[in-house]
């Protein structure tokens, strides 16, 4: 109730500030008009259409009736500007309150505007791939940050969300991954600042992390650029190896009246299904069979058919299979989540002013008890004209978001699912009527009830910027950005549950993450009487990353009310400091020969302070180029095509990201003790030969339009490859040191991304659009003297030759059916299975990956389905294995009720092998018949929405409304045996794809309203 009140008293003092604000600009208004934009042909309504006033940047969009109104300063006459998808832009002269406007069809994706690198291009211009994301189509998906919401909508890059826990890290990859150690996330820039995209956290939570992409309100986002080839990155190159991420946020308009949007949503979420186990009955059973299968194979462990475990109280066992009880703790684990979403913003502007200020309000629980994640965020930009030559404009983001942050991954203390999961189903949580924990987890009940991990994340991320027209088409621009990111967490373990068990412990760690950034460009644009047109952009960036982390640790507590550290009887603590700085300097030209032939190319030059002293500098240029054919005599009258244009690029971009601030420095520390007292000794191996990883990258495309724009493809085809790879390389343990940071490894990415867009029908009102994207790409790791384990068991083997994230497991053949023991592929022949007879079997890359949407709109309704897909990549089902171990689990472990489709008698055809102790190989960890096919169709997003008539609005207060139900994850074709194909245990890139202790992304609906006053 007071968290509902205290955003109902926010919600009325926006809505009387504007009031009063509107009150003031009233007296500015010096006409009305009103008008409707209709279809040449049809005379049908277009919603959505734009219409600004020429001179201005005052716009309004039509509703759901094709209608549109003003209320401005101008007087008529003046001259309206109005856009479009899919028709041709117009300008029309308004000299009455009332008018109809009519446009005809045509390719208004041509003149799209796209954002690049420190500036905007049209589509029909643009030289490298960039794709371009309306988050409006995408950021009712319940997730906690707007990279999640993007899967399956951009061609080329691959996004997983790898577990259902709202805010928690997502994995993207943009055309492939480049580096083994180094990070392969793409960089982010939000309004020109670089921010962090890191995790901070440092308290376990079993290989899990979270999302500093989660402190984005995607309610703020105006539109999201991915940018994939080198031609489009280069102006990026420290980072532009991994693709970039260009967010822009919204804006208001110069003389536009005040206007209030406000979003509401409400829903629940819960698991689609869960795992399927065995009884108590059927478990006691199993239990039983294995203990006699490994007294036939091993006589002299004396166990026989009449000591079975389960048999006769009488008779001194646990009571026969059929009298166990089930305890289901799965349902005490799972619950249905309330989802909850509230968005507020004022836009408008006066002559000399424009403004945007927003608030949201985000709750998410999640599907396992008791995660839940909230983001509290306020919103300001405000551009101001000082004088016609002299733009200042300031963007400011502050979020607070909280995270009750349990252990959802690997690991038995602590961790939600292993106490749910793991534990026998047999087996009381009570033992002489109290709680208790078994086989090594948590009580489920008790771990419910005492669980105390959370934290909390105050973020800022904005600038300050002024741009001035030196000359006639000469401007600079100067901007001072800011990333602050106070990451504070805590956790609190009482007496009842394993890790406080001894006392109590406690934890706490706060980490500050300042990333300073200063830029100047000079940008000059001209156009010649000829039809040609020459531009360049020079300028330069000055970046610092600052970290600070004190982490401290309390042990052994008088009672559990205690839970502050300095009531511990033990106490220690540590404390961090890095920082690193980057300075850049870079420049772009362009040439436009009528439209037709276009020419460009950039050099980046960046200098880190975390390569060796003489490597420090890195040099990253790219060429572009592009015939527009359609402008060719030979097609210019061919009404077919309405757009055809051949492009090509090559370019050189880096990464640094990944390794520490002072990798090629040798380090001291000072912890060291010695005889009692403080002390140093040397932590870190120097290479002053340390230097950048470096990608090149070729890209050959296609951008063709057909039938007026109503069919676009687009096809690009691309080679990445990596040379100088960042890497830490193992050291003789006589050297006193465990590694050391090195230039060793090579990658190449090759594939081909492939977009169509069409206007299936648009007629009589109906509109039917479809989106789809598939795309390839093939890793390959080209040099790598020793390869490298990673993941639980080592099941991930990184080995040259082969693809990055290969799984390296124990082949199985089958379960012989005479004997029920399970036959591996014996790779060396030597009669024997060792670890020299793993092999790598897959990957979790897929063969093709990608998203299909289909809209349709009719008069005020519409609805959108979406469907994300991948095929042909593995998953490792660790889970499975742990629930696979028949009955020599017994009182240590779960058993799935796959375990019943066990061989039991000879002639038995199966692939689970018979319940046995003795034979290691029936449940060999690392087998691979828990390796298993990942690919999937997901149903990822399926919305309805409605406008409602302005008069109905009207009744409201509202200039428009629309009302929405929103369903998430509602289907999913996979065989994947598991909940969710995408599930992956750790957060670390190296260990993706194995799935343990993970909760599935949730099934949700939601409801909701958008008004417009």
């Not at 789809?772 to 083997?797: C, H, M, V, W």
Request: glycine content about 10%; hydrophobic content about 35%; proline content about 4%.
């Amino acid at each position: 109730m007071k968290k509902k009140l205290i955003l109902q008293t926010i919600i009325c003092i926006l809505f009387v500030s504007v009031g009063v604000y509107a009150q003031k600009t009233d007296a500015t208004i010096n006409s009305t008009l009103s008008g409707t934009v209709i279809d040449e042909k049809t005379k049908e309504p277009l919603i959505g259409a734009s219409i600004s006033i020429k001179g201005t940047t005052h716009g309004v969009i039509t509703d759901s009736n094709g209608e549109f109104y003003f209320r401005t300063g101008q007087k008529l006459p003046y001259i309206l500007i109005i856009n479009y998808i899919g028709y041709e832009s117009k300008q029309f002269v308004a000299s009455k309150s009332t008018i109809t406007v009519e446009l005809r069809s045509s390719s208004k994706e041509l003149n799209e505007v796209v954002v690049v690198g420190y500036g905007t291009q049209e589509r029909k211009n643009l030289i490298g791939s960039v794709s371009k994301i309306n988050p409006n189509e995408v950021n009712s998906i319940p997730v906690g940050s707007i990279d999640a919401q993007l899967q399956g909508k951009v061609s080329g890059v691959q996004i997983s969300s790898p577990t259902g826990v709202p805010g928690e890290s997502v994995n993207v990859r943009v055309r492939g991954a480049t580096s083994i150690n180094a990070d392969n996330d793409p960089l982010y820039v939000v309004d020109g600042v670089f921010i962090n995209s890191n995790s901070l956290q440092s308290i376990s939570t079993g290989g899990k992390s979270t999302s500093p992409i989660a402190d984005i309100n995607p309610n703020d986002i105006q539109s999201i650029e991915v940018l994939k080839d080198a031609e489009a990155t280069a102006l990026y190159g420290s980072r532009g190896a991994n693709g970039v991420v260009l967010i822009t946020t919204k804006r208001g308009n110069y003389e536009q009246a005040p206007q209030i949007n406000f979003s509401a949503s409400y829903g629940q979420a819960k698991a689609a299904k869960l795992w399927d186990l065995t009884t108590g009955p059927q478990h006691a059973q199993l239990v039983n069979e294995w203990w006699v299968n490994t007294g036939k194979d091993t006589p002299s462990l004396n166990r026989t058919f009449a000591n079975r475990p389960f048999r006769p109280v009488s008779e001194g066992g646990r009571g026969l299979p059929e009298e166990q009880q089930t305890y289901d703790r799965l349902s005490e684990a799972f619950r249905t989540a309330t989802l909850q979403n509230y968005d507020i913003a004022l836009t408008g502007g006066t002559k000399s002013t424009k403004y945007y200020i927003g608030g949201g309000f985000t709750s998410q629980e999640a599907i396992l008890k008791p995660i839940n994640f909230t983001r509290a965020s306020f919103k300001v930009n405000l551009d101001q004209r000082v004088s016609d030559k002299l733009t200042i404009g300031v963007n400011n983001l502050f979020t607070r978001t909280y995270r009750n942050q349990a252990r959802a991954g690997d690991g038995p203390q602590g961790g939600l699912l292993q106490a749910a999961l793991h534990t026998p189903t047999y087996l009381s949580p009570y033992e002489n009527g109290v709680l208790v924990g078994r086989a090594g987890f948590d009580n489920l009940t008790l771990l419910l009830q005492n669980y105390d991990v959370n934290s909390t994340s105050l973020r800022y991320i904005g600038n300050l910027y002024f741009e001035a027209e030196l000359l006639p088409n000469l401007k600079l621009r100067s901007s001072w950005g800011a990333d602050y990111n106070n990451y504070n967490e805590s956790e609190y373990w009482n007496t009842f549950l394993l890790l406080g068990a001894q006392g109590g412990l406690a934890t706490s760690s706060i980490t500050q993450y300042t990333t300073l950034l200063n830029e100047q460009t000079l940008t000059y644009r001209k156009r010649f009487d000829n039809g040609h047109s020459f531009g360049f952009v020079v300028g330069n960036t000055l970046q610092s990353d600052q970290l600070n982390r004190t982490y401290a640790e309390g042990r052994g507590f008088a009672n559990n009310s205690f839970k502050i550290i300095s009531s511990a009887a033990t106490t220690t603590s540590t404390q961090n400091w890095s920082k690193s700085n980057l300075a850049s300097f870079f420049a772009k030209a362009d040439y436009n020969i009528n439209g037709k032939y276009l020419f460009n190319a950039s050099l980046r030059a960046d200098g880190s302070s975390r390569f060796g002293a003489d490597r420090k500098w890195g040099y990253f240029p790219s060429v572009g180029a592009a015939w527009r054919l359609k402008q060719e005599e030979f097609l210019k009258n061919v009404d077919l095509v309405t757009d055809l244009k051949l492009k090509a690029s090559y370019g050189i971009v880096g990464n640094q990201n990944g390794i520490g601030n002072f990798a090629a420095q040798g380090l001291w520390t000072g912890g060291a003790s010695y005889q009692g007292g403080a002390g140093t000794a040397p932590q870190q191996l120097a290479n002053p030969d340390l230097r950048w990883e470096k990608t090149n990258q070729v890209n050959i495309g296609v951008d063709a339009s057909f039938l007026a724009g109503r069919l676009g493809v687009e096809f690009n085809v691309y080679s990445k490859y990596t040379r100088d790879g960042l890497l830490q390389l193992a050291l003789p343990s006589t050297t006193g040191f465990a590694n050391y940071w090195s230039n060793a490894a090579e990658i190449s990415n090759k594939g081909f991304e492939l977009n169509i867009t069409s206007t299936n029908i648009n007629k009589g009102g109906l509109v039917w659009t479809t989106s789809f994207n598939i795309a390839q790409n093939i890793n390959k790791i080209e040099k790598l003297a020793t390869p490298l384990r990673y993941g639980s068991r080592d099941l991930i083997l990184q080995k040259e030759g082969n693809p990055l994230y290969s799984f390296w497991v124990y082949k199985q053949l089958y379960v012989d059916p005479e004997t029920g023991n399970v036959v591996y592929e014996d790779v060396n022949k030597d009669g024997k299975i060792t670890t020299d007879d793993r092999q790598l079997v897959g990957s979790i890359w897929p063969k093709f990956f990608g998203g299909l949407t289909n809209t349709v709109t009719y008069k005020g309704f519409e609805i959108s389905a979406f469907f994300a897909y991948q095929y042909g990549n593995k998953i490792y089902n660790h889970n499975k294995f742990f629930g696979e171990g028949g009955g020599a689990r017994d009182a240590a472990r779960i058993i799935f009720a796959s375990n019943l489709a066990r061989w039991q008698k000879p002639g038995d055809i199966t692939d689970v092998p018979r319940p046995d102790g003795i034979n290691v190989n029936n449940y060999r960890d690392g087998g691979s018949r828990w390796l298993e096919d990942g690919s999937f169709i997901r149903l990822r997003s399926l919305n309805i929405g409605y406008h409602l008539p302005k008069a109905i609005a009207k009744r409201i207060g509202a200039e428009a409304a629309k009302v929405f139900v929103n369903g998430t994850n509602l289907w999913l074709l996979t065989n994947y045996t598991g909940l969710d194909p995408e599930s992956s245990a750790s957060s670390d890139q190296n260990a993706q794809g194995i799935d343990l202790g993970t909760p599935p992304q949730p099934r949700s609906f939601q409801v909701g309203i958008n008004l417009t006053f």
